[in-house]
């Protein structure tokens, strides 16, 4: 399988509010090159978020806006590139939302959510969250809520769950937005 798997920390509730992305690439079933970005959302950090993922106002400020990102990635997400995350409802909405934010076209491209199909293939879990998935399928999650190490067991789950299931049955579970 070739894919990307995306992972979004946001400051805040608001899905424009991305302040890291990390994109890990898959080709041939193998982790091949990752990307990680803090970004300086230009917006104010709730507390909560913080909590969650341990950025914080400060560590940002260097950091590039969402669409000097953007000018190194976007070839990435396009209609011949999948893209799996985890809830990816949430990823794809920060996405959505940072590229209106910054007045950019929104593409469309092929994603997978890997807590969908964690849910269709793994019922008997206890729960279907990232790091519950991972430790079911024996996969190390070092830093949960670090995008990169988020996307890193997003694609291992990906590949295991193709590797349990067939490609057939993962195919049918991939969409266009």
Same mark, same amino acid.
């Given at each position: ?80 590139? $999948?893209?799996?995350? /985890? &809830? #990816?409802?949430? %990823? ?6 940072? !590229? ?40 190390? $999650?070092?830093?949960? /809520? &670090? #995008?990169?190490? %988020? ?6 789950? !990906? ?19």
């Amino acid at each position: 399988m070739d894919f990307i798997s995306m992972d979004f920390e946001t400051a805040n509730r608001y899905r424009s509010s991305a302040c890291s992305i990390a994109l890990v690439m898959v080709r041939n079933n193998q982790i091949v090159d990752s990307f990680y970005s803090l970004i300086n959302p230009k917006d104010q950090f709730d507390y909560r978020n913080i909590q969650i993922h341990g950025i914080h106002p400060e560590d940002v400020q260097g950091a590039p806006t969402f669409d000097q990102v953007w000018q190194h990635i976007y070839p990435l997400f396009d209609a011949n590139h $999948l893209v799996a995350a /985890h &809830n #990816a409802s949430f %990823d794809n909405s920060v996405l959505k939302s940072s !590229l209106a934010a910054y007045e950019i076209t929104v593409p469309h491209f092929l994603t997978i959510d890997t807590l969908r199909t964690s849910k269709a293939f793994y019922p008997q879990f206890p729960n279907h969250k990232l790091n519950t998935v991972s430790e079911m399928l024996n996969i190390n $999650l070092e830093q949960h /809520h &670090n #995008a990169l190490y %988020d996307s890193v067991a997003c694609a291992e789950i !990906l590949l295991k769950t193709t590797n349990d299931v067939g490609y057939n049955n993962i195919k049918k579970m991939i969409k266009l937005t």
